[in-house]
């Protein structure tokens, strides 16, 4: 309380007022503070996705509904103490290389059951860091994707049903045509003979596309199996150019080949290499 009116009283008057303004401040910044604290975890918990936003040590500041029911990333615990090690694996690999975490593919989802249903969330985690570039934290989003991974298998199955269907019809009509090539039946004029070795060379190359779908297939499933050997290099690219030097020729494209005299054999599978020559051209 100040009573005097000299200086002492004015300085005190004045330490009063700004008393008051900062104490009016600190209440208006506490309520935007909050306000901002609310209106960002009704944002997170509309997502369908899992988020949750952690500190350097892996206590969890922010997490929304989709974490917390699903992953048991509560606030205030730690990412160890939500009990999915792959997600602490995940959390603790970022923190360590300092880099995001984005799986390429669906064999790194996440199986949950919800409701009894079976469901697949993908895990991301991506490192945030202060204006020194310092690691302050790592944002974790699992989202769902388990429509898209059921259409991936539906995919894959149906490429590898279709696939062996095909292959079983073209077996029969390749060995037909084998069958009459070697005139078992009856002999054949010029003209019929160049008609079926069109056919049986059309049908070879078919059957390879069949091939190379089933490989598809087989790859996706991890069961593709991959037999190295020692490859003549020269060979290799020689075969690939010559299949289709006559489709650069239609569209005058040069093909130039360039071969170290030198290039010693390589350990590859060569029927998979040469897709990717074929590929490639």
Not at 27 to 46: F, K
Not at 236 to 260: M, P, Y
């Amino acid at each position: 309380n100040v009573r005097s009116q000299d200086e002492i009283g004015q300085l005190g008057e004045a330490i009063n007022q700004m008393t008051t303004s900062l104490r009016e401040f600190r209440r208006s910044d506490q309520a935007h503070l909050l306000r901002t604290q609310r209106s960002t975890q009704l944002a997170l918990d509309s997502l369908s996705d899992a988020v949750a936003i952690c500190n350097a040590d892996g206590k969890i500041e922010l997490a929304n509904d989709v974490a917390r029911q699903h992953f048991g990333l509560m606030p205030e615990s730690t990412v160890d103490e939500a009990g999915n090690e792959k997600i602490a694996q995940i959390f603790w690999r970022v923190c360590r290389q300092e880099r995001p975490y984005r799986p390429k593919g669906y064999e790194a989802a996440i199986q949950i059951f919800m409701n009894e249903e079976e469901h697949f969330f993908l895990p991301q985690a991506i490192p945030i860091f202060d204006l020194e570039g310092q690691l302050v934290g790592v944002t974790l989003m699992l989202t769902d994707v388990t429509r898209w991974r059921h259409l991936d298998e539906v995919k894959t199955d149906l490429i590898s049903t279709v696939s062996h269907e095909l292959k079983t019809h073209l077996t029969s009509i390749r060995l037909a045509v084998h069958v009459l090539l070697n005139e078992k039946l009856g002999p054949l004029s010029p003209q019929q003979i160049e008609l079926l070795v069109t056919a049986r060379d059309d049908s070879d190359r078919l059957y390879r596309v069949i091939e190379d779908l089933l490989d598809i297939s087989r790859i996706e499933s991890g069961q593709a199996e991959i037999t190295l050997q020692p490859v003549n290099v020269e060979e290799l690219v020689l075969l690939a150019t010559d299949k289709l030097r006559a489709a650069f020729l239609d569209r005058k494209i040069t093909l130039d080949i360039e071969l170290a005299p030198d290039v010693p054999r390589v350990l590859a599978d060569p029927a998979r290499l040469q897709l990717v020559f074929d590929i490639l051209l």
